[in-house]
């Protein structure tokens, strides 16, 4: 008798488990791989969102590869991906600093925080007004120091590095929480040991603290290629058009200016294609990277 009431609970625990189970693997199906079989689809199709889609196999491959609009896309978007190590560095330094017990660190902690939970939209717009040649905050900064400051986002030369110190300010406090809590995990009685021996700081740096925060620069490094490579709100808020020359308009952007500015989802569908495609194998590579690469804690 009991064993038939154990084997009745556990039928009916085991149907609750499928039913929890059930709800993000039908949403997964429902709004993530049936959008992605359609859109794969329509990357050999002629399709302009509204009518039939008319099969035309990899002729949209073929124009994509001869559009030079595509490739500057795709040269901004990994120009602006200059932007990772910088902010990784920079991230790095404040963690080692806030990790100190000194007078103030956890203010520091959320002022270095807010720009992550604020909106990107919102933080768009302020930028552009800071980087306004005429009365721009930027350019009213560098007057009192007698330098005369260009119109960042509309010149070819300043465009990209202006979005990618927006992109590194707006990250910074993530990025660096991240390794926050790495350095916090880190047990004392390594650099006890390592002091013991005669190692000065540099050298715990090295051996130490970065082997045990290595999992969290990779976790940054995939995270922020893959974002990096579907950046799009900031150039559409700062530079609606691209910029000059479109010197500033991403992969995605394009992807977007054909879809819904040109209705050109066919087209577009098939540049998608490619960029997944390339976020996979860059992904697959640092994946392969990681594993090879090792650091000796001896």
């Known amino acids: 008798m009991k064993t038939k009431s154990i084997s009745k609970l556990y039928r009916t625990e085991q149907r609750y488990a499928y039913l929890f189970v059930a709800a993000p693997v039908i949403g997964f199906f429902l709004f993530a791989f049936v959008p992605l079989m359609y859109s794969v689809y329509g990357a050999f199709t002629n399709w302009n969102g509204l009518g039939q889609m008319k099969f035309i ?27 990772i190590p ?3 560095v920079l991230a790095l330094l404040l963690a080692l600093a806030l990790n100190r017990k000194i007078f103030g660190t956890d203010t520091f902690r959320v002022i270095y925080y807010i720009p992550v939970i604020s909106s990107i939209a919102a933080v768009s717009i302020l930028w552009q007004w800071a980087y306004n040649g005429d009365y ?14 260009p119109n960042w986002l509309q010149n070819t030369d300043t465009v990209k590095p202006a979005l990618i110190l927006m992109a590194i300010w707006k990250g910074l406090g993530y990025t660096m929480l991240l390794y926050l809590a790495a350095l916090q995990s880190v047990p004392k009685s390594f650099y006890e040991a390592a002091k013991l021996d005669g190692a000065n700081a540099w050298q715990s740096f090295w051996h130490i603290t970065l082997p045990m925060v290595k999992p969290v620069t990779f976790f940054i490094i995939v995270t922020n290629i893959i974002g ?16 000059p020359e ?6 995605v952007f394009y992807i977007w200016q054909k879809s819904f500015g040109n209705f050109q989802l066919g087209y577009a569908s098939a540049m998608a294609l490619v960029l997944g495609l390339f976020i996979f194998i860059v992904t697959l590579l640092q994946f392969r990277m990681n594993e090879k690469s090792s650091f000796d804690l001896d």
């Open 57 to 83: 196999g990899f002729e949209n491959f073929v124009n994509l590869f001869q559009d030079e609009y595509f490739y500057k896309s795709m040269y901004n978007t990994l120009f602006m991906m200059i932007g």
């Open 246 to 251: 479109y010197s500033s308009a991403s992969a």
């Open 228 to 243: 990096g490579a579907q950046i799009f709100t900031e150039i559409n808020v700062m530079t609606p058009t691209g910029g």
């Open 86 to 88: 910088i902010g990784i």
């Open 136 to 149: 721009g905050l930027v350019n009213q900064f560098l007057a009192l120091i007698g330098i005369d400051g």
